[in-house]
């Protein structure tokens, strides 16, 4: 089955550490996306990326970083930097001249304490 | 900028019609998107509108006018499954851009 995953689905930190967080698909897609979504709010951008190494930053990048090794996977960063890191992140992919439709995985719940 | 406006709050009662609207303000506007998120899940992808007029896929139909920067989703012949989050999203000559979101709440 084609499909888009993340792990782990819920991931603990302490404050002062880094995290990556795993996104893979298997859609055959060349563009993919990572969101943070907080409570009651829409999802915002972190990056995109629209071909393998090459990505761009969304409007709220800024503690985070990505690589676009392999058309598959799109890691992301959450460096110390990022000021409120606590939140539920979704990663997606879609056709590239279709991001209208984009394909989510189930999303990682960030804890940091 | 870019940015949409969309209920916080419906609730509408099982077997019921509903309808979701959406404005948006967004430069190079190619059109209209909408997701649905349960509780705890994932978006899903549920309509894509760039002309003008109605799309119709089962019980939902989602409309544009582009001349008004309006949309709205319409869901018919509720059910206590429909209960979710949904958002309306522009697509255009930046990345894709989410509205907040309108929560529904199916009651019997």
């Known amino acids: 089955d084609g499909g888009i995953t993340q792990s782990p689905k819920y991931l603990f930190r302490k404050e002062g550490q880094n995290v990556t967080l795993s996104c893979e698909q298997n859609l055959n897609h060349d563009a993919m996306y990572w969101y943070r979504q907080d409570p009651g709010q829409g999802l915002r951008l972190i990056y995109y990326?629209?071909?393998?190494?090459?990505?761009q930053k969304g409007d709220i990048a800024e503690g985070y970083s990505v690589s676009r090794e392999k058309k598959e996977s799109f890691p992301l960063t959450v460096t110390s930097a990022q000021k409120n890191p606590t939140a539920f992140y979704l990663c997606?992919?879609?056709?590239?001249?279709?991001?209208?439709?984009?394909?989510f995985g189930p999303g990682t719940r960030l804890t940091v304490t | 900028g870019q940015s949409l406006e969309q209920p916080s709050e419906v609730t509408a009662v099982e077997g019921a019609i509903v309808q979701i609207n959406c404005t948006y303000q967004t430069s190079g506007f190619y059109g209209l998107s909408w997701y649905q998120q349960h509780d705890g899940g994932a978006p899903t992808f549920l309509s894509y509108n760039a002309l003008d007029g109605l799309e119709e896929t089962g019980r939902f139909s989602s409309f544009l006018s582009r001349s008004d920067s309006y949309g709205y989703l319409l869901l018919q012949e509720l059910q206590m499954k429909d209960s979710a989050s949904y958002f309306c999203a522009t697509s255009g000559n930046t990345p894709l851009v989410f509205g907040k979101g309108t929560r529904l709440s199916v009651i019997a």
């Open positions: 997606a992919s879609s056709m590239r001249d279709r991001d209208y439709e984009q394909y």
């Open positions: 990326s629209q071909i393998v190494n090459d990505f």
